[in-house]
């Protein structure tokens, strides 16, 4: 049975991009830590990450010449994916971005350890979710899929599309902290296009 999890590939020289973009936002201090509930609370033993919106990051930050162009061949590649997974299991109905992804930095040992759904409460516009990873590693980080039990593997440059909603409620593994590897994701949303949306649909 088909588990409405697709994958995509993003190049390397976009996914380059991409990290470097994640680094600078480290280094700039600009990744707060990650919150959670309709409240935006902290609870570390949930949800252990520090994370930025992209449009909250400065100019100085992405402005750069080689980040730029890898932001714009990375919204290509998200709104080709949209529609290739619109295809599939949508028929087509054209949709749009709910806003500006996520950079998430997961510290050693660090995860969204609650199993969630992104689309509820004040979320229920997301329809469709999306995962990119910056980092590769062989033993754990995987994105846990709890219905479906089916797990997915971090490997750099990967992309994955899902519901956003409660048939597809997820959570991230730990890697062990003695490993010393940081987890660095990108994700966001797409809602359907309507009128009075002013991002283009996919088609």
Same mark, same amino acid.
């Given at each position: 049975?088909?588990?409405?999890?697709?994958?995509?590939?993003?190049?390397?020289?976009?996914?380059?991009?991409?990290?470097?973009?994640?680094?600078?936002?480290?280094?700039?201090?600009?990744?707060?830590?990650?919150?959670?509930?309709?409240?935006?609370?902290?609870?570390?033993?949930?949800?252990?990450?520090?994370?930025?919106?992209?449009?909250?990051?400065?100019?100085?930050?992405?402005?750069?010449?080689?980040?730029?162009?890898?932001?714009?061949?990375?919204?290509?590649?998200?709104?080709?994916?949209?529609?290739?997974?619109?295809?599939?299991?949508?028929?087509?109905?054209?949709?749009?971005?709910?806003?500006?992804?996520?950079?998430?930095?997961?510290?050693?040992?660090?995860?969204?350890?609650?199993?969630?759904?992104?689309?509820?409460?004040?979320?229920?516009?997301?329809?469709?979710?999306?995962?990119?990873?910056?980092?590769?590693?062989?033993?754990?980080?995987?994105?846990?899929? &709890?219905?479906?039990?089916?797990? &997915?593997?971090?490997?750099?440059?990967?992309?994955?599309?899902?519901?956003?909603?409660?048939?597809?409620?997820?959570?991230?593994?730990?890697?062990?902290?003695?490993?010393?590897?940081?987890?660095?994701?990108?994700?966001?949303?797409?809602?359907?296009?309507?009128?009075?949306?002013?991002?283009?649909?996919?088609?």
């Amino acid at each position: 049975m088909n588990n409405f999890i697709e994958q995509y590939w993003v190049d390397d020289n976009t996914i380059d991009c991409l990290s470097e973009l994640a680094n600078n936002c480290n280094g700039a201090g600009l990744l707060q830590p990650g919150k959670i509930g309709v409240d935006g609370q902290v609870d570390t033993a949930l949800k252990n990450c520090y994370e930025v919106n992209i449009s909250q990051v400065p100019p100085q930050v992405c402005g750069d010449q080689f980040i730029s162009y890898g932001l714009d061949d990375y919204k290509g590649h998200l709104m080709d994916s949209i529609q290739k997974y619109s295809h599939k299991y949508m028929s087509d109905l054209p949709m749009c971005p709910t806003g500006a992804p996520k950079i998430q930095w997961y510290p050693p040992g660090g995860a969204y350890f609650a199993e969630h759904f992104d689309n509820g409460m004040e979320h229920d516009h997301r329809q469709i979710a999306f995962i990119t990873y910056l980092t590769d590693h062989e033993e754990g980080g995987e994105t846990t899929f &709890v219905h479906q039990n089916y797990k &997915v593997k971090p490997q750099k440059g990967k992309t994955i599309f899902f519901p956003a909603g409660f048939t597809h409620k997820h959570k991230s593994e730990p890697i062990d902290a003695r490993k010393g590897e940081h987890r660095v994701i990108i994700t966001g949303w797409f809602q359907f296009f309507t009128a009075l949306d002013e991002t283009r649909p996919h088609r």
